[in-house]
Each structure stands twice: as structure tokens, then as C-alpha cells.
């Protein structure tokens, strides 16, 4: 029997692989991808994986013909992966509805937020930010997939201590700074964001993140021109819903 080949494209990610260790595979900015077939759509059917919340993760494992840990990407490459894949599946036009209107999108033509490359500390997932109503000099990290699993375990494990705790933002503030005032034990960060942290400057930091983020730009401009954000639902890859 003969051997068929799939036809690849390769991505371009948003944070240009400047936010992975040199020895990353990711470092290169670049993602290998195949064109969706008949397995994948097996992956997004499969009950169990939609169930555990990995059904998408596990599509990628699928697609991904690259070397790399798809927990190791920050959200916004996976967001541009995420896209790629829809595209390379579906087609690039996705339609979906708003404010009681259907809307159809051309994914290729979306584009990646710009991106400060002068904003990296030290060449790492690291920046600078100094919280605007307290005057106190933090840095931060953009989240991967390893940081999301962790936090998803912490939230859960609190809410089975605190039925109707809801830990979630504090939870991904501690996880997502990684200095207060050049102190990084996770002892300082997790006190500060408990006792000390004001919900303005909370505010303000989550603000600002989304500014200097890398991340594919989802903005979509309606007939009635208002800005929104494209939504990723079940339709996105599930177009016969």
C-alpha cells in the first residue's frame, strides 16, 4: 500500500519564540502543523476528552508535527494554533452570531497583535510593571499550559475546603507574578496578593498584561461598527452544530 503524505503549513507565533528557553523548539517562532483529516474529527467527537476539558489540547498533539510540549506554549500561541487549525480544518470563513445577528469572519485574515519585544526582561517570559495606585515594582510571566494545570488544581482543591470560595482570580495572580519589589518567594507573592494587593492595582496589572501580551487579535468590527472579541465556541470547531 502506498504511503500518503499530509500537507503541512507552518505557523508563525505571536511572541516570535522570544518568550521559551533557547533549547525550546518554540524558540524558533515557528510551528509545523498538518491539515485536519478524519482522525482528528474522531478527537473532537470523542466524549471523554470533552468531558476532561483536553479535547482541543489533544487535537493539537494530533496536528502538531513539530518536536514540541504543547504546555509549554503561552495562551496566545496556542490561541494562533488554535485558529491555524480551524483554518487548515474547516476553511478560513467562520460564522457565528451576536447581539441576535449571524456574522461571518475570514480567519486568514486575522493577524497577530504587535508585539514590544523591548518589553522582555532579561530575554525570558519576564516583565516589568510598577502597579500605578500603591507605586510598587512588580515583574510577571505570561501563563503557559503547565501554569494553567497547576492552577486548575489549587482552584479545585480549595473549592473541595471552601464550598463556595471563589479563588480563581487570586489563584492566577499568584501564579502570574513572579517578583514584588525583587522578592520572588512564592511565600512574599502569595502574601502580597492575599493582604496586599488593591483591587485597583490588580485591575491595572490584568489591564496591562492584555496590552503587552503576544496573541493572535480576535477583534472583529460588526456592520454597526462595534468592536468585539471573534468567540471561540463550540462552533469554532464543531461547524455542523
Do not use: C
Not at 518554540?26 to 479535547?55: C, F, P, W
Not at 473541595?160 to 512574599?188: F, M
Not at 483591587?199 to 468590527?221: G, M, N, W, Y
Request: charged share 25%; net charge negative; aromatic share 8%.
Amino acid at each position: 500500500m502506498s504511503e500518503f503524505k499530509f500537507p503541512t503549513e507552518v505557523i508563525e507565533l505571536p511572541s516570535k519564540g522570544l518568550l521559551y528557553p533557547k533549547d525550546n523548539p518554540l524558540s524558533s517562532g515557528k510551528v509545523e502543523m498538518k491539515y485536519m483529516t478524519a482522525r482528528e474529527e474522531d478527537i473532537l467527537t470523542n466524549q471523554s476528552y470533552i468531558d476532561k476539558g483536553i479535547v482541543l489540547d489533544e487535537l493539537l498533539k494530533s496536528l502538531i508535527i513539530s518536536p514540541i510540549n504543547i504546555k509549554d506554549l503561552i495562551v496566545g500561541d496556542k490561541n494562533a494554533l488554535l485558529v491555524a487549525a480551524r483554518v487548515l480544518g474547516y476553511g478560513k470563513d467562520y460564522s457565528f452570531s451576536y447581539g441576535g445577528e449571524s456574522h461571518t469572519v475570514d480567519l486568514s485574515t486575522l493577524e497577530n497583535k504587535p508585539f514590544d519585544e523591548s518589553s522582555i526582561v532579561n530575554g525570558e517570559n519576564q516583565f516589568e510593571f510598577t502597579l500605578p495606585h500603591s507605586n510598587i515594582p512588580v515583574t510577571f510571566k505570561i501563563l503557559t499550559g503547565h501554569d494553567e494545570s497547576k492552577i486548575d488544581k489549587e482552584i479545585t482543591g480549595l473549592k473541595k475546603i471552601h464550598k463556595n470560595a471563589s479563588p480563581e482570580l487570586t489563584t492566577r495572580l499568584k501564579y502570574i507574578l513572579t517578583s514584588v519589589q525583587g522578592d520572588s518567594e512564592t511565600k512574599t507573592i502569595r502574601n502580597f496578593v492575599d493582604n496586599h494587593l488593591l483591587a485597583r492595582d490588580s485591575r491595572a496589572l490584568r489591564q496591562h498584561i492584555k496590552e503587552v501580551q503576544p496573541d493572535v487579535d480576535l477583534t472583529f468590527t460588526t456592520d454597526g461598527d462595534e468592536e468585539i472579541t471573534i468567540p471561540i465556541n463550540l462552533n469554532f470547531f464543531w461547524p455542523d452544530l
